[in-house]
């Protein structure tokens, strides 16, 4: 007799019943349980594939921002860029502007979030992207192979200085306010030295509204019972331009290169910077968008902040392709043209795809 269904029923019902408490992860830390429920648990052939993998000794490249305002550090600092960006797709960023104080008052706003009553959070609990500010844990519950062990706050803008404060928890209100005027800044000078780095105007990248569309992911990663078993974020590389990651300090992000973990030490005041999927596309693969994920740990909760410039998100008929300057007999284009809603509402659909941009984008 064939099972098989009433199998995937049974999940179907426990993601329903999870979901429907609004009280994500956290809420089943609370209830005291010591083992993890099964829709968290990887797949056997998952969890063997991971014991082959080698665990890495290498440091994430660390960049100094320090000094950019002057004619021979900028063309290092553009440099150190453009090798860290061809190779690991991921740096992590130093003297940045963006002060120690900001950082631990925007990581505690969103601990606060998470750690107040749930009855105020529930108030937040969606599945609706249409929504501005949205809480859940797992965009991707119903599409994924596995639930990670995670809760997410989501908050979409177009412009920092135009959000409708009402619209945000009271609890983080402050601070998310100052710090999105602050990390949109700083990913304008980053995009102008990504431009720089290949080899274009400083402005050619913004020009194109790569740093429109930002979009914060606010991550709680419980301590996990089990954390052998679960991710706290599965493998992807990032759908946008450039992300731009504030994490407290125990880790757990790691990212696939060379065909080994490799785990990015949290740096107190650091900032880790990683490029996606479509700066890859416009940059013709010059830029690397690196698969990386997050494990699950013991200690908790980690803390992080991913900000996400993934241009005009809200605009039609907007798209984008291999750069023209970049383009030539030898070098021809390996990425089609894409039409940005297209490519976003086919990414949310589809959930968290490690090849998603190959998938969907090759030429």
Known sequence: ???????????????????????????????????????????????????????????????????????????????????????????????????????????????KFNEQDVEEKKKYYTRDNTRRVRFNSNFDLFASRTASWRDSLAISFLDPDQINSDDLPAICRKSVIEYSKLVNNLGNILFGLLSEALGLEPEYLRNMDCSEGQRFLCHYYPACPEPELTLGTAKHSDLGFLTILLQNQIDGLQIFF?????????????????????????????????????VANRLGPRISIACFFSGPINMDEVFYGPIK?????????????????????????VGIDENFLVNYCKG
Request: glycine fraction near 6%; hydrophobic fraction near 40%; charge should be negative.
């Open 1 to 111: 007799m064939d099972t098989s269904g009433a199998q995937e029923y049974d999940r179907l019902q426990e993601l329903k019943t999870f979901d429907e408490t609004k009280a994500g992860v956290k809420g089943l830390v609370d209830s005291g349980l010591q083992k993890i429920p099964k829709i968290f648990v990887r797949p056997a052939e998952e969890l063997a594939k991971d014991l082959n993998y080698k665990r890495a000794q290498i440091e994430v490249p660390v960049i100094d921002l320090g000094g950019l305002e002057k004619t021979h550090r900028h063309k290092q600092i553009v440099e150190e860029v453009r090798i860290a960006s061809e190779t690991w797709g991921f740096f992590r960023v130093v003297n940045h502007g963006i002060s120690l104080n900001v950082l631990d008052e925007m990581l505690d706003a969103i601990q």
């Open 258 to 294: 060379q065909n080994q973990w490799v785990d990015v030490q949290p740096i107190r005041g650091a900032l880790v910077i990683n490029i996606g999927d479509l700066l890859q596309l416009v940059s013709n693969g010059k830029f690397t968008s690196n698969k990386h994920r997050v």
């Open 325 to 349: 300057e970049l383009i030539s007999e030898e070098n021809p284009p390996i990425y089609k043209e894409i039409l940005l809603s297209d490519y976003i509402a086919k990414a949310f659909t």
